[in-house]
């Protein structure tokens, strides 16, 4: 049997589907960027997989709770519909503690990766470790609160048991919640000394700070929930008095899977303007084409890479007035030659230094090959031959 979702009901299921879905696609998209990008799934990375677990569970046991009275006065609740109530409410708290207990975990292997100073590892360690201590003793002190552990929603409905004063609970959250809340400030703040010593420019450096930094974002939600910890001790009317604890709660963790995964998501973005920009490119005309492409604007043509592993290049003979094409090749001993023309310079090649107005082939030969292959025909010094085109358009 379930009741009506009603009270403060609404407020809380809809806070727990909002953070399930944009952690759902937060965690999913790191999930892909570690491995089908990056291809490196890290203990980082794990460990914020089984804190979104933790979350999704959290979240179900939530929502369940609002279809047995969480978020309505007792009084308006049937009484056999209120130990249910709190039996679910009872439930969400200890995979809340291992959810953040994963995440912090999380953040602080993700920063240990990058650190390099013995100084930031131990503050890295030390901060972690403390937070772990806590949460997992915070977790026992809730878990243990009544023995047995039914007692805490049996006690209604004539159950036998004892439970701790509901005060030592509360300032058990008050601790956890403090502790919680300055870890996040010192991992937030710790990657801004990270990256100071790194050989970046100024801007990625803040760029690379400011990504690792957004966990930080997850102590707002702590501390809003700060003022309404004291409603734990609510015993009369503890599911209603307990609805802002439960919501923020839900966004704290929430808040920091999605920050966190979106700090690891570079890699993705990167990979999405190249391809928009090389997209872009084509379409103008002006961009990389496959060998044997015909198009009407004026460019080159990148070539194929045949099975023998050489790399050819084909160069457009339709080449627009006030563009250029220059190909610099490098083979052996440091030997260099480059080649310049424009459509007002073509002409037939007879040196190494004109052009034919047919299309002309460049092989570039592996250094695997070990020999000039068409270099050592023309009178190209034999090696490793580097080839790279460039366009130039005039203003």
Not at 105 to 114: E, F
Request: proline share 4%; with cysteine; hydrophobic share 40%.
């Amino acid at each position: 049997m379930t009741v009506p979702v009603a009270g403060r009901g609404p407020q809380v299921a809809g806070a727990a589907g909002l953070f399930v879905a944009l952690s759902t696609v937060a965690v999913l998209l790191r999930c892909y960027c570690r491995v089908i990008i990056v291809k490196q799934f890290g203990l980082d990375d794990w460990l914020t997989f089984f804190s979104w677990i933790f979350f999704i569970v959290y979240c179900t046991f939530s929502i369940a709770g609002t279809h047995h009275g969480t978020g309505q006065h007792a009084v308006d609740l049937p009484p056999n519909e209120l130990p249910i109530g709190l039996k679910w409410w009872w439930a969400c708290e200890p995979v809340y503690v291992l959810a953040g207990l994963a995440l912090k975990a999380s953040i602080g292997v993700q920063l240990l990766r990058i650190a390099v100073s013995k100084t930031h590892k131990l503050i890295i360690w030390i901060t972690v470790g403390i937070l772990e201590t806590v949460g997992v003793a915070y977790f026992f002190v809730f878990v243990m609160q009544c023995m047995p552990s039914q007692y805490f929603w049996t006690r209604f409905t004539g159950g036998t048991g004892s439970c701790l004063d509901p005060q030592i609970v509360v300032d058990a959250t008050y601790a956890y919640s403090a502790i919680t809340c300055a870890t996040d400030w010192i991992l937030g703040l710790l990657p801004i000394s990270l990256v100071w010593d790194l050989q970046m420019n100024s801007r990625t450096k803040l760029m690379v700070a400011g990504i690792l930094s957004i966990g930080a974002v997850a102590s707002t939600a702590t501390i809003v929930r700060i003022p309404y910890v004291k409603d734990l001790g609510n015993q009369a009317d503890f599911l209603w008095a307990t609805s802002d604890v439960a919501i923020w709660s839900t966004a704290e963790t929430g808040i920091g899977l999605v920050a966190s995964s979106l700090a690891t998501l570079r890699p993705l973005l990167r990979l999405f303007l190249t391809r928009s920009q090389l997209g872009e490119s084509t379409s103008g005309g002006l961009g990389t084409q496959q060998w044997g492409a015909t198009t009407n604007a004026n460019g080159y043509i990148r070539s194929r890479t045949p099975k023998n592993g050489a790399e050819e290049f084909g160069l457009r003979n339709d080449i627009g007035k006030g563009r250029g094409v220059t190909t610099v090749v490098e083979a052996g001993e440091g030997t260099k030659r480059s080649m310049s023309g424009s459509r007002e310079s073509v002409g037939p090649l007879t040196s190494a230094n004109n052009w034919n107005t047919s299309e002309t082939k460049l092989t570039d030969m592996s250094s695997d090959d070990g020999h000039g292959g068409h270099g050592g025909s023309s009178g190209w010094p034999t090696g490793t031959k580097t080839t790279t085109v460039t366009h130039v358009v005039e203003s």
